[in-house]
């Protein structure tokens, strides 16, 4: 092809004229076969296919037995072996309605392996926000009264007997408590402290299975019994939402920490 000042010239004007309309590359002059395309697209899929190349990540032997909706319950729970283990579980069990509804899980806060698990009712909307437990105005409370008698969330180990939010805090029902204890008394096995205290009274009569209010039966030491046969105190005192409403009482939960403070005393000596 021959160049002459006016074929020069016209090319030089419509390169100025598409880098004024913003054009920074250059395109390619032919036909796109856009049918050719997808055809090949669909063969190379099917020899994909053909390999048996796995398309997703492979769950674990847990998580597999988790999404089969036939698998047992109690089964599973008795697999989980470690706090990842029930974790996992808990992050793929569906069948609590109150997971629909909740931000997130909120599994647990501070050291596992302590002597003293602290087990509250249910998470507030702080919680559900930050995945943590008792991290709102009755969770800076409750840090209070632990370095009252010398503790803190790095001594202690503390969870929900509800991992999710119920709407507008309501206080769980009877048949949230029942579906979801089991995982608790399973939690309770892999941390096996030396101690438990239950916070509130939901808490309390999950685990104790006891009637009538807080007040009713705070401050005195009981004993729950695991399905290896080992026992565990727990005592339950008021919770720290309570006595926000009702600071008289503090002198109740007082009582209790130190009935707390000589437990672990009896431990140490």
């Known amino acids: 092809m021959e160049f002459n000042n006016n074929t020069l010239k016209g090319l030089i004007d419509k390169l100025e004229w598409q880098l004024s309309m913003g054009v920074e590359a250059m395109v390619e002059e032919k036909n796109n076969n856009y049918f050719y395309q997808e055809k090949t697209k669909i063969i190379n899929d099917d020899n994909l296919r053909k390999l048996d190349i796995p398309q997703k990540p492979s769950f674990s032997k847990l998580e597999a037995e988790i999404i089969d909706n036939k698998s047992d319950h109690q089964k599973i729970l008795k697999k989980c072996l470690t706090l990842d283990d029930l974790k996992?579980?808990?992050l793929n069990f569906n069948d609590c309605d109150l997971k629909k509804t909740a931000t997130q899980l909120v599994f647990s806060d501070g050291n596992p392996k302590s002597n003293v698990m602290i087990i509250g009712e249910a998470p507030g909307a702080e919680e559900d926000r930050r995945g943590i437990p008792f991290c709102g105005a009755s969770g800076q409370l409750l840090d209070k009264m632990l370095n009252s008698i010398n503790l803190n969330r790095n001594s202690v180990y503390i969870t929900n007997v509800i991992p999710w939010r119920p709407p507008g805090n309501r206080t769980p029902n009877e048949n949230e408590i029942n579906l979801m204890k089991?995982?608790?008394?399973?939690?309770?096995?892999?941390?096996?402290?030396k101690l438990l205290v239950a916070v509130g009274g939901s808490a309390a009569k999950a685990i104790l299975d006891i009637e009538g209010g807080i007040l009713r039966h705070r401050g005195t030491w009981k004993e729950i019994i695991l399905r290896d046969g080992s026992k565990i105190p727990i005592i339950a005192t008021?919770?720290?939402?309570?006595?926000l409403r009702?600071?008289?009482?503090?002198?109740?939960?007082?009582?209790?920490?130190?009935?707390i403070r000589s437990k672990l005393e009896e431990f140490n000596s």
């Open 246 to 259: 009702a600071p008289n009482q503090k002198k109740l939960a007082w009582e209790d920490l130190k009935l």
């Open 238 to 243: 008021l919770h720290p939402a309570y006595l």
């Open 88 to 90: 996992t579980y808990m």
């Open 182 to 193: 089991p995982f608790l008394m399973r939690h309770i096995e892999i941390v096996s402290p």
